[in-house]
């Protein structure tokens, strides 16, 4: 259980880290929404989990 979490957050740390990258590229802010934020949350857990399978 507690590796399919730091998994789950080293996706999640890797997707903003991503995001920030992109952000300086384009010169600007990039904002994401609360209702695409959390789904994407869940897709890294559940990626997580079938990863540690």
Do not use: D
Request: hydrophobic content about 60%; aromatic content about 16%.
């Amino acid at each position: 259980m507690m590796e399919t979490f730091g998994r789950g957050c080293l996706y999640i740390i890797l997707g903003v880290l991503l995001v920030m990258v992109l952000a300086f590229i384009v010169g600007g802010t990039i904002t994401i929404p609360w209702y695409i934020f959390i789904p994407l949350v869940v897709l890294a857990f559940w990626a997580a989990s079938k990863k540690g399978k």
